[in-house]
């Protein structure tokens, strides 16, 4: 928040050195959604050409944010550009033997023969999200186009498929009004709709291990399963994050599902760490000889974060 008038903004350094090129405040543009940019290109009466086809070969990037998105070989599928019988060919790029992070991004650019409405056909595989899905923000010429734009969803798939941008969410393809002349088409890998997903499987993750820490201080990290700790009593405040986290993670589970529509890995691991947080918060005295499954349980989640 700032008053009108001057103010100080002072930077200290901290660890390593750093070069700023300049500062600026602003306030965030609110996107428009497709609709309300559908009714302008209406407004304005842009058409959409006609023969118009333009291709770019998705290994044939203008700028990229890391150097590790590099051009590798995909040999699944002979649909797969360009392609040779025996020889390799770089065809594809994106994640291979590395998770893409969110805010890594890779840019092409395209030369627009004409002015007007262009859709936007992507060739991709996702088969790294089993039963889910992964997540990107589109800029054109550095400006996400609408609101939707900022949140494009590929599904699970072993196969490679055309994606039309809008046809899985709105039934038609988005139409993306474009001048004559050359442009850049940038894809931001994003965490989209598991954002508040993945808040809570953080905070459950330090909830959890705070609890673990207080029962192995009791009991150490190999306990004797056959002494009575009495756990409900000397570590309670740890029986009950059990029972509560056990309601959070069950959350978690059913959010993860609406939001996917498959059962999938990540669902399996939830799910089975709800059963397990319930059963300990019923039964304490069963907990020092399932110390360890209940620590593999909590690890599991921390690597679907």
Known sequence: ??????????????????????????????????????????????????DQFIKIQAEKTLYKSSQTDLPWNDRSSPAIE???????????????????????????????PEDGLYKIALKVKQSFVTGGFTSRKLYIDGKIPFKEAGNIRFNYSPDFQMKVLGEDETGEPYL???????????????????????????????????AYRRITMRTSATPDIYRDYDLDKTVPEAIE?????AQVVKGMAEHLYNE??????????????????EDLARKPHTIPSRLDNLNGNISALGSII
């Open 1 to 50: 928040y700032f008053t009108k008038g001057k103010h100080r903004i002072r930077l200290t350094s901290v660890k390593e050195p750093a070069v700023i090129e300049y500062i600026r405040l602003y306030v965030e543009e609110e996107l428009p959604t497709y609709e309300e940019i559908k009714k302008t290109y209406e407004q304005n009466g842009y058409k959409s050409p006609k």
């Open 82 to 112: 360009p392609s040779h019988p025996s020889q390799i060919r770089m065809n594809v790029i994106g994640s291979t033997g590395y998770q893409s992070m969110p805010g890594e991004w890779i840019a092409w650019e395209i030369d627009v």
């Open 176 to 210: 993306f009004y474009l001048t004559k002349g050359k442009h850049i088409i940038k894809l931001e890998s994003t965490i989209g709709d598991l954002a508040d997903l993945l808040k809570q499987a953080e905070e459950s993750v330090y909830y959890l291990n705070e």
């Open 241 to 245: 994050t059990f029972r509560q986290q």
């Open 260 to 277: 996917t529509k498959t059962k999938g890995d990540n669902y399996a691991v939830l799910h089975r760490l709800a059963i397990q947080l």
